[in-house]
């Protein structure tokens, strides 16, 4: 399987997506800025999100769990954040907070 995909970006520039498992193993590439310096651009992700094909290339090649932990992951980390967010706020509040007068 070799599937080539050609985006225009709003700046009117184009990149080339490419996934290819000639070789034995399924990898993918983006002309792209990041993709150019192997980091996982959204034009790939879209391509593995939209096209059946590669997804079930990701299955059976045993990449997809992997993908989804980071998926995971991520919205853990997401909330962690939020929860840091609030606790660090309600702290603030307490600390910073003025003072209830009780007369
Ligand atoms: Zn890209």
Redesign the pocket.
Known sequence: MKKKFK?ENDSGLN?I?TFDDEAGSLKAS??????QHFTL????IKYMEEDKEIAEALENYGLIDIYNEYLEKKEEAEQLKEEAKNLKKKFARLLLGRYRNKK
């Open positions: 985006i990149y997506v983006c002309t792209c800025q990041a993709g651009c959204k034009h790939v």
